[in-house]
């Protein structure tokens, strides 16, 4: 076999091939185990001493030729068939994007309709000292309120008193004390914020859920001005036909306090299964600060006056949009979320 003519063969058809296909089939036909160079290599044996350097070298640097002519052709295909496959002009594809959480898009409507009204955002800490959470809001160690709420307590291995224990908030009310440490009246504060109760986890209740609370600290604040701003909010969160209705209550950080109730947004105040078919639904929490509690903030409760409000984001998000379970918004289940 002529070497020169493996050679020149192998060089023409790997410029003549089209195709990876008829690349593969000239590497196997030259390159293979019983390839053309390789039957050559093996011929090595049959010839003369003095001859068998110079063909074994000559063999060798074909096969390298080969091999490289071959690389090269493969990469010239490929390129050209990608090339021919993409449309360089043509417009971008758009990535699905992920987006907001129910609750997060739900939270960031509430704060801007509170900046709207001049309000600041405070954001207190998520593990605080029992004194901001209790005893600074008129909840002191023993108080019959502290049943209402199924707290986690922080163990440090240290026998504290009762107001310097650890533990997860159970309201964001913790805020308002500790925000009046460093500011002075007039104020307006929002604090939005994750909570933490030991709860038995239902259709209605999580152990981890979100909750604004609202403040107003000034020289004759009034409940008025209470029943203003809750209004306003509600109008502007469900729509200027939304009504709203209070009714007294008793909380130990209010006094007076209030519960407000919003006209039900499922059935336009008709009744339904939803507001028990009372035509009402509970949202809001409230009342005048507790002059003890304007104490505690280093105030004089005969030149200042209050009022604060609070209420879960996950329970009016869920009448927002008409879900009747809480525990979807911590699913995780992608059926839900993409809804929103």
């Not at 003095?50 to 002519?69: C, D, P, W």
């Not at 960031?108 to 509170?114: A, E, L, R, T």
């Not at 440490?181 to 259709?203: H, L, S, T």
Request: glycine fraction near 6%.
């Amino acid at each position: 076999m002529d070497i020169n003519l493996v050679e020149k063969k192998s060089i023409s058809e790997i410029e003549d091939s089209k195709n990876i296909k008829d690349l593969s089939a000239i590497e196997i036909k030259y390159l293979g185990r019983k390839g053309e160079l390789t039957e050559l290599l093996k011929s090595i044996s049959t010839l003369p001493v003095s001859e068998r350097k110079i063909f074994g070298a000559e063999t060798n640097r074909i096969k390298k030729k080969i091999e490289e002519l071959i690389k090269t052709k493969r990469e010239t295909i490929l390129n050209s068939s990608i090339s021919k496959s993409i449309d360089i002009t043509a417009p971008g594809e758009k990535y699905p994007e992920g987006h907001l959480h129910p609750i997060t898009h739900f939270l960031n409507k509430s704060i801007n309709v509170f900046k709207s009204m001049g309000f600041e955002v405070y954001e207190s800490p998520e593990i605080d000292l029992a004194y901001y959470n209790f005893d600074a809001i008129n909840v002191p160690k023993d108080h019959p309120a502290r049943d209402a709420w199924d707290t986690f307590y922080i163990k440090d291995g240290l026998d504290l008193s009762d107001d310097k224990k650890m533990l997860l908030r159970t309201h964001t009310s913790n805020s308002q004390v500790r925000a009046m440490e460093d500011r002075k009246p007039p104020v307006r504060i929002v604090v939005p914020g994750r909570c933490y109760r030991n709860e038995n986890v239902d259709a209605s209740h999580e152990t981890t859920f979100y909750q604004m609370e609202g403040f107003v600290i000034d020289k004759g604040v009034a409940l008025t001005d209470l029943m203003g701003t809750v209004r306003m909010f509600a109008q502007k969160m469900f729509g200027p036909e939304v009504k709203i209705r209070p009714r007294p209550h008793y909380y130990p950080f209010t006094e007076p306090s209030i519960d407000f109730d919003i006209s039900c947004i499922l059935c336009g105040g008709k009744g339904c299964p939803v507001c028990k078919n009372s035509g009402w639904l509970e949202v809001m929490p409230s009342g005048m600060i507790n002059p003890k509690v304007i104490k505690n903030m280093g105030l004089d409760p005969e030149v200042y006056s209050g009022f604060a409000f609070g209420f879960g984001i996950d329970r009016l998000m869920m009448l927002y949009h008409g879900i009747n379970d809480i525990r979807l918004s911590y699913s995780g289940d992608l059926r839900f979320l993409e809804q929103f």
